[in-house]
């Protein structure tokens, strides 16, 4: 036994040695001498040898270049998880590099290489993972990759990581996080990380909110190129956050970024022409941007289009038709603004055939959420059937509610309501109370109706129910607040 331990030892010894050797030759570039002592030992097990017979082959030194000896060495020096080998064949498979281009085999050896500390091949393996080449695709596998590469310094990484956090790709989302990654390759130079670094500066995402940092990361992405970069940027600008407000350079910045076709500056666009922000205010130019933001889904644009098509001013040719259109599609988004305008022209048969269901339906949320002139329609068509059933107690409801809050027309109509009763429990003192406080508001014609339904109503009340009656309306106080149904 001792005898054989120490043949084992003077071999161990002896192989050593010649490693040594072949180092030191391969250092000296002596490349055939190093491929001849590198062999044996290659065939022998080793696997640093047989990662410089694959380097040897590799590249042609002290040997004819041969690429598929190269890989049958590197493979064998992978296999015994030589960090070198899984490296090489990680690039050479992901790139096809001298082999044909294998994602299957590449993610294998770069996530060898990965895992044992080459930042670089960790990367490609998170590449792989997230985008599913080679393997199924695997958000949590690539983050594991990424965040790897990254805190070995790969900015490729911390970038993909940072991206990763940020949007919670696949990843439960981290704006602390995606902030950490994000600022070294932001550092570096690189423009996507700082219009992130940008954004989150801006809304206090995962750091301090700071408008001066948000417009320098903005401004650096921005004169990259980066539109959304100088969309955020306008917008500053625009505000006077982190930056002395100037319109003028908002406008030129979302021009540049509109010149890159970046969605969010349409709808900005939009606003600046027609408000005259930075530039002569232009209806018919705003109503450019509002359409190209409108087409791209942007409720509040699709409603503003609709608004100065219906207005025609400004060089905007009137079509109620087509108002109607973008209406419909920024109330079926919910703005509350475009249901009650679209109700209107429902109501009214202006550009559309005239449909009460359809002004009911579209109606009732903007009066649900205060909207007088949408109250008080509401009540008209619950009083007299029109688009749903007739309903006297919600007529009721909708005046009351517009009433309470000084509406004139919803005065006048219930206090003839409740003077009638019909469907409703009759109220002479109350009847008298509303069309007195109606008649301060209206004018005109209207006054003189409205006088004539409270003295008529008057005519059937005794002394006692008339006093009571107007100390009621002197008291009355509009309220001032609305609560939208929730």
Request: charged share 25%.
């Amino acid at each position: 036994m001792k005898l054989g331990w120490l043949i084992a030892a003077a071999l161990i010894g002896s192989a050593h040695a010649d490693m040594d050797k072949a180092l030191e030759a391969w250092k000296a570039e002596e490349f055939r001498d190093a491929v001849k002592l590198f062999t044996p030992l290659a065939e022998g097990g080793s696997a640093r040898a047989q990662y410089y017979l694959g380097e040897a082959f590799n590249r042609g030194r002290g040997t004819l270049q041969d690429f598929p000896e190269a890989v049958k060495w590197y493979r064998k020096a992978a296999a015994q998880n030589d960090v070198d080998a899984q490296e090489a064949l990680c690039t050479m498979f992901f790139f096809g590099q001298n082999v044909t281009q294998d994602y299957t085999e590449a993610v294998q050896h770069c996530a060898g290489a990965g895992s044992g500390g080459r930042p670089y091949a960790a990367f490609l393996a998170g590449y792989m993972y997230e985008l599913g080449r080679g393997p199924a695709a695997d958000p949590v596998k690539a983050a594991d990759f990424y965040r790897r590469g990254a805190e070995g310094g790969e900015v490729d990484a911390q970038e993909s990581l940072g991206r990763m956090l940020f949007f919670a790709q696949g990843v439960p989302q981290d704006y602390a996080g995606a902030a950490k990654w994000l600022k070294g390759p932001a550092e570096k130079g690189r423009a996507f990380p700082q219009y992130l670094m940008g954004y989150l500066y801006d809304y206090g995402y995962g750091i301090q909110q700071d408008y001066a940092e948000a417009a320098k990361w903005y401004q650096k992405a921005a004169d990259q190129g980066d539109p959304r970069a100088m969309s955020g940027l306008g917008y500053l600008y625009a505000q006077g956050r982190g930056v002395t407000k100037d319109e003028g350079a908002a406008l030129k910045w979302y021009l540049e970024a509109a010149k890159r076709d970046e969605p969010s500056v349409n709808a900005l666009l939009g606003w600046a022409y027609y408000q005259g922000a930075g530039t002569q205010a232009n209806v018919a130019e705003a109503a450019k941007w509002f359409k190209k933001a409108g087409e791209g889904g942007d409720a509040n644009s699709q409603y503003m289009l609709g608004f100065l098509l219906e207005e025609g001013k400004g060089g905007v040719q009137q079509d109620l038709t087509e108002a109607a259109k973008w209406y419909q599609k920024s109330a079926e988004q919910g703005i509350i603004g475009a249901q009650e305008s679209l109700a209107r022209l429902y109501f009214t048969g202006q550009g559309i055939q005239q449909d009460y269901a359809q002004a009911a339906k579209w109606y009732e949320k903007p009066a649900e959420n205060g909207s007088l002139g949408a109250q008080y329609l509401m009540g008209w068509m619950y009083e007299n059937g029109k688009g749903v059933t007739a309903d006297a107690p919600k007529a009721q409801k909708w005046y009351t509610l517009a009433a309470e809050r000084g509406d004139p027309r919803s005065q006048y109509q219930l206090g003839w309501m409740l003077f009638e009763g019909k469907g409703v429990e009759q109220d002479l003192v109350m009847a008298h109370m509303w069309s007195n406080i109606a008649t301060v508001q209206l004018s005109g014609e209207e006054r003189g109706n409205v006088e004539k339904q409270r003295d008529y109503i008057a005519s059937k009340m005794n002394p006692e129910q008339i006093t009571k009656a107007q100390e009621m309306a002197r008291s009355w106080k509009p309220k001032s607040s609305w609560k939208p149904k929730s």
